[in-house]
Structures are given as structure tokens and as C-alpha cells.
């Protein structure tokens, strides 16, 4: 069983920065594909960032993100990381990392290990 609990969520300012971290509770989460997902109240979870498992060669972003996220992961301290840059108020929602073994996913149910997530506000 894999434990994710993510840290890093805020309040920022449009235009501004926010990292956040994805910790896992094993020591072989390097053997695991990890995403980044988003979710508004009245609305489904949606796609963010995936990182592939091993050296983290492959990622994928949402379209909405792409060029503003970066996707990154530290095997030695089993974290997967989201850097987030020119923040707009319409990433306001609470993440969640998710991991799977296998090749990387942007689907929801493709994951078996969800956090609880954390949120982020951006005011405009």
C-alpha cells in the first residue's frame, strides 16, 4: 500500500509561484508513474502533469498547463515535485498526486494511489 500526502497548496497572487510536493510512504515509489490532478467543486477531477516511473524521461502536461508547470521527481527522497509558474486565477482548485505502476496516464482511473490533496487559490 502506497501513501501519498501532498504539501506546498497556498494562497498567491496572479502572475505568481507555487511548489508543490508529493511524499510517498515507500521506499520503491521510483518504480511508480506519478500524476497531478486537479479538482473544482462541481466539476471532475481533471488532468494536470504525469511523470514516468524509473528517471522520470517522460512527461506529459495538460494543454492548459504546459510551459507554466514543471514536473519533476527525487527518487532519493521519494517525492514528486510540481513547480508552478505564472499562476492565473483559473488554477485555483485543490491537487492530488496519484501513482500506478506502469507507463504513464493522463486518465483519472488509471491510478491506484490518490492523496488527500492540498489547495491552491489564486486571486486576480
Known amino acids: 500500500q502506497v501513501q501519498l500526502v501532498e504539501s506546498g497548496g497556498g494562497l498567491v497572487q496572479a502572475g505568481g509561484s507555487l511548489r508543490l510536493s508529493c511524499a510517498a510512504s515507500?521506499?520503491?515509489?521510483?518504480?511508480?508513474?506519478t500524476g497531478w490532478f486537479r479538482q473544482v467543486p462541481g466539476k471532475d477531477r481533471e488532468f494536470v502533469a504525469t511523470i514516468s516511473s524509473g528517471n522520470g524521461a517522460s512527461t506529459y502536461y495538460a494543454d492548459s498547463v504546459r510551459g507554466r508547470f514543471t514536473i519533476s521527481r527525487d527518487n532519493a527522497k521519494n517525492t514528486v515535485s510540481l513547480q508552478m509558474n505564472s499562476l492565473k486565477p483559473e488554477d485555483t482548485a485543490v491537487y492530488s498526486c496519484?501513482?500506478?505502476?506502469?507507463?504513464?496516464?493522463?486518465?483519472?482511473?488509471?491510478?491506484?494511489?490518490w492523496g488527500q490533496g492540498t489547495q491552491v487559490t489564486v486571486s486576480s
Open positions: 496519484a501513482a500506478k505502476f506502469g507507463s504513464i496516464s493522463w486518465s483519472v482511473t488509471a491510478y491506484d494511489y
Open positions: 515507500v521506499s520503491t515509489f521510483s518504480r511508480y508513474a
